[in-house]
């Protein structure tokens, strides 16, 4: 007979946010198991997958005071976002958000992936409360009022009071659980690349809206060298994907205008599908959805890790206020409540990428007047200004 075990709660998926979500709310003091279909040295050796994640003010404030020692560490890996440029390449001027909107902090951090993918692995190696079954699966689950039993493809079985979706925009979860989903294709493709530059990038980044997609410069830790990522149409995508690195670097610096000097592509090209996703609902029975498997957004304001970070925080707020009352953690009352909370977020966002991307990634002549004359106005706003920079910062906008 199979033993089953019987964690607090159960985490699908140790991608960014799974991660975190286990070491945040083991601080709650309640049993965790965390499963995720990758082996053991994707963990332990994580691989180059062309991609940066942007930190932005809101989340590090967040991370630095629910994970001190992780944050200090990070810190070390993260590349401060002290400016931030936007430009339309069919009009004169930008946007730029600088310290004074800032309050001289920074307005994010930059760090690869790789990095932050090696150092949340540590910490959870560290953290006693949580058990880690790499190489797994779901292969069926069962319900009944006080839980699920999750069958797992490596045998094992476990109960839990709450069960937690964080394996991303396909989420297999998701689908045991039967909620539906609302998909977008943007026609889009994203590359991502890093490259050397020949001026130092100062902590500032770029964000170079084209008719064919936004170009954006992301700062590193070494001041020579920036991550990019280029949404293109999908055709336009395929084109460059099979120029060599030389003619592809010489396409962007002529887009780019040649902002950072020279540049020198570093690294090896990857492509990313770019869609958005909304489930119809973030919640089941004794189950909740975050981060990309509870929304997909374009990437073209770098939101979607911290969006994913604030479901987070939220469900740390209400899982915590539950136990300090005696409530169950896995009510639905409870989950009602922690969806309500993050609707309004998750909806908002969705619309401004949505909208950021149908206005600036065409060649509409009405539209590129209009584009023009809004980021000029927005510029000479300060009130306006300053609130856009909050939300850029991940702070509440009137606080």
């Known amino acids: ?19 975190f979500a286990a070491l945040i709310l083991s601080k709650l003091n309640v049993r965790i198991t965390l499963i995720d279909q990758n082996d053991l040295d ?15 003010y809101g989340s590090s404030q967040f991370i630095k005071t629910q994970l001190p020692g992780l944050w200090s560490e990070l810190s070390i890996e993260a590349a401060p976002i002290n400016d931030i440029y936007i430009t339309h390449n069919l009009q004169p001027g930008c946007l730029h958000y600088g310290p004074q909107e800032s309050n001289h902090n920074a307005m994010g951090y930059i760090v690869h992936n790789q990095t932050l993918r090696k150092k949340l692995y540590q910490a959870l190696s560290q ?37 937690i979706g964080a394996d991303g925009a396909k989420s297999s979860l998701r689908q045991h659980l039967g909620i539906r989903v609302k998909n977008l294709s943007y026609d889009q493709t994203a590359l991502t690349f890093l490259v050397r530059h020949s001026e ?20 590193l830790l ?34 780019f205008q040649e902002t950072l000097g020279d540049l020198d592509i570093i690294s090896t090209v990857h492509d990313y599908p770019l869609f958005s996703t909304l489930p119809v609902s973030y919640i089941a029975p004794r189950a ?3 981060g990309d498997a509870a929304h997909v957004i374009h990437p073209v304001a770098g939101q979607g890790f911290n969006l994913g970070l604030r479901d987070i925080q939220q469900l740390y ?34 619309g401004f990428t949505h909208g950021m991307v149908r ?18 106005l927005v510029g000479n706003i300060g009130p306006l200004k300053k609130l856009l920079a909050r939300r850029a910062m991940g702070l509440n906008l009137f606080s």
């Open 1 to 19: 007979m199979v033993k089953i075990k019987q964690p607090h709660i159960c985490i699908v998926g140790a991608a960014l946010n799974g991660l």
């Open 42 to 56: 994707s963990f332990e050796n994580p691989r180059f997958d062309g991609r940066t994640t942007a930190i932005s």
């Open 127 to 163: 953290c006693p409360s949580i058990e880690f079954t790499p190489a797994c699966s779901i292969s069926d689950m069962t319900f009944d009022p006080s839980g699920y039993v999750l069958k797992l493809s490596n045998q094992q079985q476990l109960k839990c009071y709450l069960v």
């Open 200 to 219: 130092p990038h100062e902590g500032r980044a770029f964000e170079h809206f084209t008719p064919d997609g936004p170009l954006a410069f992301l700062p």
């Open 222 to 255: 070494d001041p020579y060298q920036s991550s990019v990522v280029w949404s293109l149409n999908n055709d336009i995508a395929h084109q460059h994907q099979k120029l060599v690195a030389q003619e592809l670097a010489a396409v962007v610096n002529k887009v």
């Open 288 to 290: 909740v959805l975050i």
């Open 317 to 350: 707020q209400t899982i915590q206020e539950a136990l300090s009352t005696g409530l169950d953690i896995g009510s639905s009352t409870l989950l009602s409540q922690y969806q309500k909370s993050r609707r309004i977020d998750v909806l908002s966002m969705t």
């Open 359 to 376: 206005l600036f990634s065409n060649d509409n002549a009405i539209l590129n007047i209009i584009r023009g004359q809004g980021l000029r």
